[in-house]
């Protein structure tokens, strides 16, 4: 998740402060939409007392390197006042830009905007990435406290009457102002996300707009905070270690020692991921407990007590719905795509349904592959969703002679991080990472990284926080602590986090080929942050459509199965020895294996996210599991052995998350970094000669551009859709 500058902290001060991300937040708007209460200011706690400020770090800039958050000297307790002055203060500097008496220009209107919240931005980039990394009780508290006041506060900049009228002003006369492009681009985003936020309507039409985004924001973060009561409820405890037979050693010690931390000893605890499907269930053996740990994870949410969203489901898909309405669309997709390359919901659905039959079909042919193994093994059973993975990976083993088990340990944590993906970015671009120790960290598990350009120079710092823990939200993403400015002077500070299963003292931590390629996704979107070079905040780092957002991270993912890089990181983690040139073989044959299931289960998700916010205004929906249902049947993609990757009731990256209606965007991403990887191996691949023109021509950019005019530019055509297929497997390359 990274921090856009809407008028200096807001849009993406709001994402963080209340701890809301997916894989990386996008430009434009924030994941909980502006909301106020029915006056121009947010209601604000008294200012903390002068000795009060003081001692709080966040009120001044940090002195560490790069402006880095000095962890040793942040304490709980400092955020809420922080947050609370940041508002005011920024409040008091954009009341100063609305009313100057001189005509607006760039300078005393949007760089004033842009550097406006400097005490706002800092503070809730910090709160807003420990609430997903780091979370406590505490920290919820203020997240639940401080999300209608944020929300608020951004309600009271973009409604500002006199504020739009001098942004106008610029935007009218932009043509003829001699401006660079880059200038051109942030007039255009600024003016635009004013008018996306309603700045043009009447007043009580505002009035309503703000009651509904104070509710959709205290909505957004109690559905956050539910999904972290979902994890620990659905958490499967085991009383036989029998029934882990599948489970290596160190991953039966690992569920011994959560079992005893939950306050189970004697037993074994299984925790769930964020997705429907879980890793654990290709290794157990113990049919019965491959059930509880499916069903544990599928019916998240979706049953009564602690942790059921279904109520916080029905009512965002109204409150979104209503609040398109008011601003003049026709439903809350067709609110958020006009931004997005994809522009409109008939594009994406169009893209999705166009994937859906030949996806389906590979699934099945999937599924009677997997029937027959069953068949043949006297198994007398159907295919079940708990089944699917566990066959899989015989089949995987008998089509392709793989072994996962024999696989792991060649990836071990580290030499992947340092001979996989530090080589990589070394080789493709020429930067270098380096360890230090010297800076304070948010929990002992993070490490933190100089990240040097070829020259010797600095770029930035890169902090590395890989290893699962209670207090974590589910999945990976990369966020910021510091974006990227010229006008600010600042380089960035990026974050990349995973939830790799942390490994009994004494034992290696050792991952399997999918997370490898996660990590190696993560650092796509900790480069498009790192190697910003532009002037203004808001159009820095990841500041793009969230369409384009996920093309660099898909794009670095294929270097994880790169022959020369595999051959670099792929190596015994307690002998050394490379790994067997046929094991390696076997990895990369079978990539593309299961790719009906991987596809069909993300597309499936992805058209309930689009049924979801496709609803218009007035409708009434009363039943969750009943509108999935019928949603699945419509687009036919309801296959029962595969289902969707996220259900409405715990789907992050939808509800509680910056993602509505842009679910499909990992795979509208992914047309273009198939394409961009074809293209740049035909240019020769692994060389920083290649990489340092995508890098300035792609990575550097930010949104000061078009992104499909900017990836013309580089590429010299339009992506080629085939690229998908053929990467995906479901296609091949004809041999001329």
Known sequence: MRSPLLTGALAGAITLALGLSACSAPEGESAAPAASTATDTPPAAPAPAVADQAANPFFAPSSLPLMAPDFSKIRDEHYLPALTEGMKQQLAEIDTIANNPEPATVANTLEAMERSGALLLRTSKVFGNLAGTDTNPEIQKIQAEIAPKMAAHQDAILLNPQLFARVKSIYDSREVSNLDAETKRLVEQTHLRFVRAGAELSEDTKTRIRALNEEQAGLMTAFQQAMLKQTTAAAVVVEDVAQLDGLSEGEIAAASEAAKAAGHEGKWLIRITNTTRQPVLASLTNRELRQRVWEASANRGLRDGDGDTRAMVLRLAELRAERASLLGKSSHAAFQLETQMAATPDAVLKMLSDLAPTVVDNAKAEAADIQALINSQGGGFELQPW???????????????????????????????????????????????????????????????????????????????YFARPSKRGGAWMSTFVDQSELLNQKPVALNVMNIP????????????????????????????????????????????????????????????????????????????????ELMQKILNASSFNQG????????????DMEWHSL????????????????????????????????????????????????????????????????????????????????????????????MQMYVKWRGQQPDPDNLLYRRGLKQKSDD
Do not use: C
Not at 395 to 403: M, P
Not at 567 to 578: C, I, V, W
Not at 682 to 703: K, T
């Open 387 to 465: 089944d699917w993975e566990f066959y899989a990976e015989q089949v995987r083993a008998a089509k392709y002679d793989l072994d996962p088990e024999l696989v792991k340990p060649y990836f071990e944590v580290n030499r992947v991080l340092t001979d996989g993906v530090f080589y990589t970015l070394n080789r493709f671009y020429g930067v270098s990472f380096k360890e230090r120790t010297d800076l304070p960290v948010y929990h002992p598990d993070v490490r933190v990284f100089d990240v040097t350009d070829a020259d010797g120079s600095q770029i930035g710092l890169f902090y590395a926080d």
């Open 502 to 581: 942390k490994p009994v003292e004494g034992q290696p931590a050792l991952m399997s080929f999918d997370e490898v390629t996660t990590m190696f996704h993560e650092v796509g979107h900790g480069v498009h942050g790192l190697f910003s070079k532009v002037k203004y905040p808001s159009l820095a780092g990841t500041a793009v459509p969230r369409d384009f957002v996920e093309f660099p991270s898909q794009f670095e993912e294929d270097w994880a199965k790169h022959p020369e890089i595999l051959a670099n990181y792929a190596r015994h983690h307690a002998s050394g020895e490379p790994i067997p040139a």
């Open 597 to 608: 299931f991987d596809t069909l289960e993300y597309v499936a998700a992805s058209f309930l």
């Open 616 to 707: 218009p205004v007035g409708t009434k929906v009363t039943d969750v599991e009943a509108f999935e249902k019928a949603a699945l049947a419509k687009h036919g993609v309801d296959f029962a052995p595969v289902p969707p990757r996220y259900r409405s009731a715990f789907f992050a990256h939808v509800f509680p998350g910056g993602y509505s209606s842009g679910y499909y965007a990992y795979m509208w991403s992914e047309v273009l970094a198939a394409d961009a990887f074809a293209f740049v191996t035909e240019q020769g691949g692994l060389n920083a000669e290649i990489g340092n023109v995508y890098r300035q021509s792609i990575l550097s950019r930010g949104g000061t551009e078009d992104p």
